[in-house]
């Protein structure tokens, strides 16, 4: 496998990643071994190479920025992000429990591969990995999503999606997941795919629009945050990722709707109950009332195959 066929593939599984809201892109580029270039990579795109241009012409700029790298990743993003994008938002339409049973698989393989990345647990580290996960499993509990079409919270939610996107841990579609906005965001970008001048073209333009100034700002910060404390940044992303168990959580017991910007009702309030629990109820909108409990575990053991074989694939091409 030749090395622009490997960089694609790393970043189709990225792309797949980002529609996912249970393992992050930034997770799939930290355990394929292409975080730091990555993250340099971003980094370096700021208003120097405008100087830069001008003194030394395009080929310095597209060196500066690692352009061959990010057009080849970016390229495999795109692909997988589509790919993944069209199959997944059936599957939560369709199969609701098993889908969310292959988040689950997911979120909980990658938190020993990230919490690995501390070598020596402190107090610090150890407080810091509490305060994540009661943070996050707060806002799954006490902020239900509710999400908005307003142009503003749309491209805030650009901005908020890819920053997490960036992080190592925190997924950029369980963010907006939590905001409210992937059910909005998602179909909007599936339909795009179909209609490329139709209504939702302005709630894309909106959401690109706050990815890019939230990549450029964000990726600054992150660079910081891992050169200057990279354990205490790792425990809390660790912490994350344990407190956003509650939200993928397959066994969801409806307690709300709503009705859509397409005059379809969807999902708006949901708690986690068991397994047992979810078959007892006489009704519940769209997960219905069969826990598909085996089938749910195995599809749970597959996703976190998945993810072990990934990291494994990372260590290899270190």
Do not use: C
């Not at 700021?46 to 990010?70: C, M, Q, Y």
């Not at 997911?106 to 810091?128: H, N, R």
């Amino acid at each position: 496998m030749n090395e622009t066929t490997k960089t694609m593939f790393k970043g189709a599984a990225m792309g797949v990643a980002e529609v996912i809201p249970g393992v992050s892109g930034g997770t799939l580029a930290f355990i394929t071994g292409i975080y730091e270039r990555l993250l340099a990579a971003i980094s370096s795109i700021n208003l120097e190479l405008i100087s830069l241009f001008k003194s030394e012409g395009f080929s310095a700029v597209w060196k500066r920025i690692d352009g061959t790298f990010l057009v080849k990743l970016l390229g495999g993003m795109g692909i997988g992000f589509i790919l993944g994008l069209k199959l997944v938002v059936r599957l939560l339409e369709t199969h609701p429990v098993h889908i969310w049973s292959f988040f689950f698989g997911l979120i909980l393989a990658s938190i020993p591969l990230i919490g690995k990345q501390v070598k020596k647990w402190g107090v610090i580290e150890i407080v810091l990995l509490v305060v994540g996960a009661a943070l996050v499993y707060w806002v799954t509990m006490a902020a239900p999503s509710q999400g908005s079409e307003h142009l503003a919270i749309v491209f805030l939610s650009g901005v908020i999606g890819v920053s997490a996107l960036m992080l190592p841990g925190l997924s950029g579609s369980f963010v907006l997941l939590l905001m409210g906005m992937y059910t909005i965001i998602m179909p909007a970008i599936e339909e795009f795919t179909h209609h490329p001048f139709g209504p939702e073209t302005y709630v894309i333009l909106a959401f690109g629009g706050g990815m890019v100034i939230g990549l450029l700002t964000f990726a600054k910060v992150l660079s910081f945050t891992f050169k200057k404390y990279p354990k205490p940044t790792m425990s809390l992303l660790t912490g994350f990722l344990i407190g956003s168990l509650n939200k993928v959580w397959p066994w969801q017991k409806v307690l709300e709707t709503r009705m859509n910007s397409k005059g379809l009702e969807v999902v708006k309030f949901s708690n986690s109950v068991s397994p047992r629990t979810f078959e007892s109820l006489e009704s519940n909108f769209l997960y219905g009332t069969d826990a598909h409990l085996v089938a749910a575990i195995a599809i749970m053991i597959i996703a976190a195959l998945i993810v072990f074989l990934l990291d494994r694939f990372g260590a290899e091409e270190k």
